[in-house]
């Protein structure tokens, strides 16, 4: 079992940046590729970044590209999704979740576990 914490949220001017920080509690995530996805309210939850054990392949949701970036630091066993240029759309709850399948997933089931979520809110 994997206990995935979220942090980094909170309530950000349109334009403005996050980073979200996700760590495993009490082990390490080398072992997993790692998934951002997001909820916005009355919407389904949807695929945001994803990054590969190595840190060597990424993967992200096309409308997101050039503005998200996702990381991995090994030493402090966290992945990183820095988010850029944020728009009031982007805002929802933000959720880090962790796969042991190879490279970069993107689709929900492929994620075994998942955080309880951060909240990130962009006021116009």
């Known amino acids: 079992q994997v206990q995935l914490v979220e942090s980094g949220g909170g309530l950000v001017q349109a334009g403005g940046s996050l980073r979200l920080s996700c760590t495993a509690s009490g082990r390490t995530l080398s072992g997993y590729s790692i998934g951002w996805f997001r909820q916005a309210p009355g919407k389904e939850r949807e695929f945001v970044a994803a990054i590969s054990r190595s840190g060597g392949a990424t993967n992200y949701a096309n409308s997101l590209k050039g503005r998200f970036a996702i990381s991995r630091d090994s030493a402090k066993s966290t992945v990183y999704l820095q988010m850029n240029s944020l728009k009031p759309e982007d805002t929802a709850v933000y959720y880090c979740?962790?796969?042991?399948?190879?490279?970069?997933?993107?689709?929900?089931?492929?994620?075994?576990?998942w955080g309880q979520g951060t909240q990130v809110s962009v006021s116009s």
């Open positions: 979740a962790a796969s042991l399948i190879f490279g970069a997933p993107v689709l929900r089931y492929e994620y075994k576990f």
